[in-house]
T-cell receptor, first 112, second 114 residues
């Protein structure tokens, strides 16, 4: 059964710092992994989808990596800004890929 | 255009009532989902439908009944609402199963049972 863990649970950084959010998953037989952002009281916004054939995926200041063998993914945020403050969720397909299984998220706070 | 839309956005109701949440996606996707986000913000899959057929039914009380009139709609009906049903419910869709395609989420429905 797929389980997804995210550390840290919360992170506070000053503006401009580069930071890394970690995600681990127990079932490495995945075809992809997806990172989302959730602002307070809002829905989920898809940030990056990494296919298992890819090692990295980039979008602007965001870079996500995937290492299936170790069951890990990281989300790298460069030059963080206050507008990056949100909860970041990692999700991997569950049994038979029928639905995404989510971690509990990392709540990021970037101060100006 | 909103890709995945849910109505209502907020729902406040009394214990024991029956309520429905509607979801529509205009992405032409084959698979739709309902997730529940509890007070600790943890998202958990409830149901998954592929081409109007139930694929996943997690350990959800049978008071919850999804209905898919067509593959663009997946509604959630809840009978005899309880206090513990208070949560944010998210609808989502993907082209195929979560196996290899990107999932898109609605804005959520905040259900409060009083």
């Amino acid at each position: 059964k797929q389980e997804v863990t995210q550390i840290p649970a919360a992170l506070s950084v000053p503006e401009g710092e580069n930071l890394v959010l970690n995600c681990s998953f127990t079932d490495s037989a995945i075809y992809n992994l997806q990172w989302f952002r959730q602002d307070p009281g809002k829905g989920l916004t898809s940030l990056l989808l990494i296919q298992s054939s890819q090692r990295e995926q980039t979008s602007g200041r965001l870079n996500a990596s995937l290492d299936k063998s170790s069951g890990r993914s990281t989300l790298y945020i460069a030059a963080s800004q206050p507008g990056d403050s949100a909860t970041y969720l990692c999700a991997a397909p569950g049994q038979a890929g029928t639905a995404l299984i989510f971690g509990k998220g990392t709540t990021l706070s970037v101060s100006s | 255009d909103t890709a995945v839309s849910q109505t209502p956005k907020y729902l406040v109701t009394q214990m024991g009532n029956d309520k429905s949440i509607k979801c529509e996606q205009n992405l032409g996707h084959d698979t739709m989902y309902w997730y529940k986000q509890d007070s600790k913000k943890f998202l958990k899959i409830m149901f998954s439908y592929n081409n109007k057929e139930l694929i996943i039914n997690e350990t959800v009380p049978n008071r919850f009944s999804p209905k898919s009139p067509d593959k663009a709609h997946l509604n959630l009906h809840i009978n005899s609402l309880e206090l513990g049903d208070s949560a944010v419910y998210f609808c989502a869709s993907s082209q195929e199963s979560a196996l290899n395609t990107e999932a898109f989420f609605g804005q959520g429905t905040r259900l409060t049972v009083v």
